[in-house]
């Protein structure tokens, strides 16, 4: 950790007097976000981008969990990194997978060619399937058995809203009211790509997501239609891991991370999900390297098994909260990136203040400040943004369920673009913001290279910003920052100090002084004020720093009181506290 110590003295006059340590061996020095996000270039993220289509192309298409090209991936990642000076480390962990041989859904007079199957649904028969009548809860959404009160859902298949709890539990409860299948269709534009979170076929039934369209075609034949589901489908166990690596300099105990998942869906070479955000992420890793010291560590994280439901981010958060919740404590905030290059995109910020969507998960404090960086950023360069919900639906979910501030970007997937979309971000209405999501064409040529620069552009300013200080979301400021509490409470510690009428008086009361009550009544400072400031301690580390000139009238001063005597032992002892608190 490298840290400069600064401290302030409240005067008798009510000015006061900051006090700058000798530099540590490494000072901390602010980046300038905006330069910094100047060097996270389109140029540098396609260099990855390139990469990882090329592994791709070696190993059968794809980058998928447990798979040759998810390994090819991951040692591109570790070999940038490692020319870039960082260490990095694998977290291991074995989850399953579930593969789809086959799929179909048929309701008579219903288009369902493009109905999803939940990922871990159980199988039927692959021939015949399963077929009942379609029913409906009387609460739409489902969530358990007494949203079912007065219908019979015996031997049928249950047609449920998305919305309120996870698809698992609508399932569960279709199946304890005996249900023999479950449709679940979605609440917002686009096809609905769901997970039951794990393969467990004596608590669930098989079950399919469909577009908010097709629900509302299926929920037309209750009473008098019927439904066909047909799954084959297998779950194998695999070992995939995490890719993690940190800054060698800042403060390990307010770190800052980002994170982007690595892998890709077994149909596709996943460019845009996610090796735009895992490409993203790692330049400005590489980028950062070359900014010097920093005052907050950062730390990057590649997730593996996103596509599994999640699984590599969650494991990390879980291990934390098990094995060392202290460090899981020092994260000031999470920044999550999954899918910043859409074809048809748009520019959206999770929407932690709920000013768009209310949010249907616990949204810890610190998050809408982590929104506010980006807003804030994209408002001073001009840049239209919208919001899209938080969720919880991406790797930044495992963090807030610990309460730890989160926020990202993410540019579309399957949501359908609007025409108020259009006049924010150009592109075409009517189509979905990624017609490639989880598709084969997901390649090198599926990027928007425009998205990518702008998402680019915040990434880089906002890691630069939040390295410097991350007093807005936990409190705790930068190396020339303030610290809210601290600096408040001392008064107006920088209008004081800059005063030329009171560099004049430090000087003067330098150069007469013999004595160190002289030195101290010359710059109006008392026992009382020393010894009321030594009780902030170490949260006056972060108030506002002096010039080059400012610091060396400071420094004399403080020389002179080291080089005096007092007969105060009082105030004596409460020097040498504030000494030590300075150069040990």
């Known amino acids: 950790m490298h ?37 996270v270039t389109v140029e540098g993220i396609t260099q990855h981008l390139d990469a990882f289509q090329s592994i791709a192309d070696q190993n059968d298409g794809n980058r998928a969990a447990g798979t040759s090209g998810y390994e090819a991936s991951a040692q591109y990642v570790e070999s940038v990194l490692a020319g870039a000076g960082y260490t990095s480390e694998r977290q291991y962990f074995s989850t399953a997978s579930q593969t789809v041989n086959s799929a179909s859904l048929t309701v008579p007079g219903v288009d369902l060619a493009d109905a999803v199957p939940m990922e871990f649904t159980p199988s ?43 698809f698992s539990e609508k399932v569960a409860a279709a199946k304890q009211v005996g249900a023999i299948g479950a449709i679940i269709y979605n609440n917002e534009a686009g ?10 076929d004596a608590a669930y039934v098989p079950a399919f997501g469909v577009t908010p369209e097709q629900g509302a075609a299926i929920l037309a034949t209750v009473g008098t239609g019927t439904a066909t589901l047909a799954i084959d489908q297998f779950i194998t166990t695999i070992e995939t891991f995490n ?36 490409a993203a992420i790692l330049e400005t890793a590489v980028q950062l390297a070359k900014a010097g010291d920093l005052n907050n560590q950062v730390r990057f994280a590649w997730w593996g098994a996103e596509e599994i439901g999640l699984v590599g981010s969650y494991y990390y958060t879980d291990d934390l909260a098990a094995n060392n919740p202290d460090e899981l404590d020092e994260i000031a905030t999470y920044l999550n990136f999954d899918m910043v290059g859409s074809p048809n995109y748009v520019i959206s910020i999770y929407d932690a203040d709920e000013s768009t969507f ?30 899209t919900a938080f969720d919880g639906r991406s790797d930044y979910d495992g963090f807030i369920s610990y309460g730890v501030p989160a926020s990202g970007l993410f540019t ?29 064409g997901d390649d090198i040529d599926n990027i928007n290279d425009e998205a990518l620069g702008i998402s680019a552009g915040a990434i880089a300013y906002a890691t630069a910003f939040l390295a410097n200080d991350t007093s807005s979301i936990n409190g705790v400021g930068g190396p020339t920052g303030p610290s809210a509490e601290a600096c408040e409470a001392i ?15 430090a000087l003067k009361a330098i150069g007469e002084a013999e004595t160190l009550d002289e030195l ?54 409460a020097y040498s506290a504030l000494r030590d608190k300075l150069v040990g």
Not at 524 to 543: H, P
Request: charge should be negative; include cysteine; proline fraction near 8%.
């Open 243 to 278: 890719i993690l690596a940190e800054t060698p300099t800042g403060r390990d105990d307010n770190t800052v991370m980002l994170g982007a998942h690595l892998d890709s869906v077994p149909e596709g070479p996943g460019i845009n999900d996610n090796g735009s955000g895992s």
């Open 124 to 166: 039927t028969d692959p021939v015949t399937g399963i077929t009942g009548p379609v029913v409906a809860p009387a609460d739409p959404l489902g969530c358990t058995t007494d949203a079912w009160a007065g219908v019979d859902a015996t031997g049928a298949v249950a047609v449920i809203s998305r919305g309120e709890c996870a």
């Open 3 to 39: 840290k400069r110590t600064t401290l302030a003295v409240a005067l008798g006059t009510g000015v006061a007097l900051l006090v700058v340590a000798p530099a540590a061996p490494a000072t901390a020095a602010e980046i300038d976000p905006s330069a910094f996000a100047d060097t």
């Open 191 to 200: 096809p609905l790509n769901g997970t039951l979170g794990g393969a467990d």
């Open 412 to 440: 579309g997937a399957d949501d359908v673009k609007t025409e108020e979309e259009v006049a924010l971000f150009g592109g075409t209405a009517g189509i979905t913001h990624d017609p490639n999501y989880h598709q084969p």
């Open 491 to 505: 008064g107006d510690v920088v209008q004081a100090v800059k005063s030329p009428s009171f560099r004049m008086k």
């Open 358 to 387: 209310p949010a249907p998960v616990e949204v810890p404090a610190g998050a809408p400040e982590t929104e506010d960086v980006f807003t804030d950023y994209f408002d001073s360069i001009g840049q239209p943004y919208i919001d």
């Open 520 to 573: 101290m009544a010359g710059l109006g400072i008392t026992g009382d004020d020393v010894r009321g400031v030594l009780a902030y301690g170490d949260e006056l580390s972060s108030c506002p720093g002096l010039t080059p000139s400012e610091a060396a009238a400071v420094d004399g001063i403080w020389q002179k009181i080291k080089s005096l005597q007092t007969d105060d032992e009082s105030l004596s002892e």
